[in-house]
């Protein structure tokens, strides 16, 4: 009886979904929790406070940019999807270049006062190097995190758990490399590998997800009703 119970459980597609999004959010977090603690081990004290800070500027913009974007996405491709059977492309090309369109207005301003942000913000202009080059590391994430939306829309759970970690893991391969290779660890060392490795693999994965999945059979960019559901 509780043999066919669990079959049955196991059976339903909401399960299924449940379950692959659980294991590839843990496989994602157990990476970046090995990252972590290989991290605090190999940098000074005072480099690890700067990565931190990096990394935490990096998801600020990446916050500042897509917010509410991404959330607009995909209420309006799942809606396409639930009525139209197929994925609005044209919308989720759109909503990258936007996000794209707001990250080169932020450029400048970064580039050309990011030690007064850092003085402003901290009172110090030892943060500025560390706002730079975590504004250069938010685009990346912003590309996977559309990517993946595109295919949980479509209920396509391994593939999108698949390249999210995929992302995490990568860096931790190359960091593994790199403290068998390497005698001294910074933190320009490190954030510099990891703004490379994050935009080499944004391309990768526009690359792969143009060759495999978004195709144009018909242009129709239906911006206003995105719009409203950006507002």
Request: aromatic share 22%.
């Amino acid at each position: 009886m509780i043999a066919a119970i669990y079959k049955k459980i196991l059976a339903k597609p909401l399960f299924r979904h449940i379950s692959t999004v659980f294991i590839w959010d843990s496989v994602a977090k157990f990476i970046g929790a090995i990252t972590t603690i290989l991290l605090i081990r190999v940098l000074p004290q005072n480099d690890y406070a700067l990565y931190t800070f990096f990394y935490a500027a990096g998801a600020l913009f990446v916050g500042v940019i897509a917010n509410g974007i991404d959330m607009a996405y995909v209420r309006f491709a799942s809606e396409e999807y639930s009525r139209k059977g197929k994925m609005p492309n044209d919308i989720f090309i759109f909503s990258i270049l936007l996000c794209l369109f707001f990250y080169l207005i932020l450029a400048p301003i970064i580039l050309l006062f990011r030690t007064a942000l850092s003085e402003l913000m901290f009172r110090d202009r030892l943060f500025s190097s560390p706002l730079l080059l975590g504004f250069f590391f938010s685009f990346p994430p912003i590309l996977t995190i559309f990517v993946t939306r595109y295919y949980q829309v479509q209920e396509r759970y391994k593939r999108a758990g698949a390249l999210f970690s995929l992302d995490k893991f990568v860096f931790l391969f190359f960091l593994l490399c790199f403290i068998f290779i390497s005698q001294s660890f910074s933190f320009m060392k490190v954030a510099v590998v990891q703004v490379v490795l994050s935009c080499v693999f944004g391309i990768f994965l526009i690359s792969y997800i143009f060759r495999r999945d978004l195709s144009f059979t018909k242009f129709d960019l239906q911006a206003k009703r995105f719009f409203y559901y950006i507002g």
